[in-house]
């Protein structure tokens, strides 16, 4: 069972373009992390949030934790080719088991 | 500081053989965790190993064990091998609640 839901499951857009990917969840997490994957290759932490409400930006990325901390959205302002690639929420749940979503596949078209 | 590593990258066994995989954990890291990720899915975990013993374990039967040495590396062992553990094996060494991951070792069961 996933404990945390992440849409779109897929995500195909032209370069320049905004998007926002969703991660929710029932259940409460100390912390979430986001992460992005590319193929053959290991998950990379893009950032952790940590206090609801919290909202982080990493360059064209703005990463939002929900007011009651089950969950949060990712939002990629002018889209380039290099941010394809499955993006994935994961959250901390009873100490030491990190929970993941199954991901959200984005492509950006040249 | 050298990051996580992996090894093999890629394996091929048959039912019912077993196999090992082994990782080298981010310097200073003494925390590992050991996830599988099937095809289109999001990374589940297996199991943590702190300071050389368990320390939690996610939905996996006794089959999948593991171990963890004084320099923190780390071997995950699966015995009588089914197809269904076809998948990439990840291993993440952590730091309080932030993950590192290795580029993982893609296991394909015939």
């Known amino acids: 069972t996933q404990l945390l839901e992440q849409s779109p499951q897929f995500l195909s857009i032209q370069e320049g373009e905004n998007l926002t990917v969703y991660c929710n969840s029932s259940s409460v997490f100390s912390s979430l992390q986001w992460y992005r994957q590319e193929p053959g290759e290991g998950p990379v932490l893009l950032v952790t949030v940590v206090t609801g409400g919290e909202v982080k930006k990493l360059k064209r990325l703005t990463f939002q934790f929900g007011d009651a901390r089950k969950d949060s959205s990712l939002h990629i302002t002018a889209a380039q080719p290099g941010d394809t690639g499955l993006y994935l929420c994961a959250g901390m749940y009873n100490n030491n088991d990190m929970r993941f979503g199954a991901g959200t596949r984005l492509t950006v078209k040249p | 500081e050298t990051g996580v590593t992996q090894s093999p990258t890629h394996l091929i066994k048959t039912r019912g053989q077993q196999v090992t995989l082994r990782c080298s954990s981010q310097s200073g890291h003494n925390t590992v965790s050991w996830y599988q990720q099937a095809l289109g899915q999001g990374p589940q975990f297996i199991f943590q190993?702190?300071?050389?013993?368990?320390?939690g374990r996610g939905n996996f039967p006794p089959r999948f064990s593991g171990l963890q040495f004084p320099n923190y590396s780390s071997e995950l062992n699966v015995n009588a091998l089914e197809l269904d553990d076809s998948a990439l094996y990840l291993c993440a060494s952590s730091t309080y609640n932030e993950q590192f991951f290795g580029p993982g070792t893609r296991l394909t069961v015939l």
């Open positions: 190993y702190y300071r050389e013993e368990e320390n």
